[in-house]
């Protein structure tokens, strides 16, 4: 069983900052990639952030420039930092990991269960 843990929402003013975190646990092998999307009221989920077991990145188009992704392979981790947040930030976000549980089987998503960022003045 493989768990993905998020946690760093909450609110925030318009010009902030805040970092999210997904740590994941359980069987793993290993993981070829984690990211992050994000899901608006009366909008489809969209990809925010990813990055490779290899170290590429890739971000959506309205946060290039503001969010930063990493991780930490230790501690199968992947972060989000957020700057300059704006009121159309404001979404569910889910973390997730594209993770081999064993090395005879294949990769599987996984999803966290969401974090609620909210920029409001």
């Known amino acids: 069983q493989v768990q993905l843990v998020e946690s760093g929402g909450g609110l925030v003013q318009p010009g902030g900052s805040l970092r999210l975190s997904c740590a994941a646990s359980g069987s793993i092998f290993s993981i070829t990639a984690m990211g992050w999307y994000r899901q608006a009221p009366g909008k489809e989920r969209e990809l925010v952030a990813r990055?490779?077991?290899?170290?590429?990145?890739n971000y959506a188009d309205s946060v290039k420039g503001r969010f930063t992704i990493s991780r930490d392979n230790a501690k199968n981790t992947v972060y989000l930092q957020m700057n300059s947040l704006k009121p159309e930030d404001t979404a569910v976000y889910y973390c997730?990991?594209?993770?081999?549980?064993?090395?005879?089987?294949?990769?599987?998503?996984?999803w966290g269960q969401g974090t609620q960022v909210t920029v409001s003045s």
């Open positions: 997730n990991a594209d993770i081999r549980p064993t090395a005879i089987m294949r990769d599987y998503r996984y």
């Open positions: 990055i490779t077991s290899g170290g590429s990145t």
